[in-house]
């Protein structure tokens, strides 16, 4: 037995498995959902960046609009980012509880 931090809610749980991530189902399961929506956020964001690429390399005179475009894309991502880290949103979600 040891013991192991929640890959989703970080709360400690003791392992029978050293290969052990979840303290539950509930948690892999909703890990494995915020994992999905992360890589169809990844896809969509890698589409972007293509037509942006492409819009590009017709008119070169963008480029500096581009440039601050991205930049926002990027500052937004960042903070994106930090809202929707799990443990973030399990926290969240127990003060909202907490309220009611
Ligand atoms: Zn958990």
């Not at 948690?27 to 994992?35: L, Q």
């Not at 293509?50 to 017709?58: A, G, V, W």
């Not at 480029?63 to 973030?88: C, F, G, W, Y």
């Amino acid at each position: 037995m040891v013991i192991k931090k929640c890959l989703y809610c970080g709360k400690e749980f003791e392992a029978v498995r050293s290969s052990a991530k979840y303290d539950s189902d509930t948690c892999r399961v909703k890990y494995n959902n915020f994992a999905n929506m992360l890589r169809g956020k990844r896809y969509a964001a890698l589409s972007a960046i293509r037509d942006l690429s492409n819009i590009l390399r017709k008119y070169p005179e963008f480029v500096v609009e581009m440039d601050s475009i991205l930049q926002d894309i990027k500052n937004e991502a960042h903070r994106v980012q930090m809202t929707i880290d799990p443990h973030k949103l399990i926290e969240a979600q127990n003060l909202q509880d907490d309220k009611n």
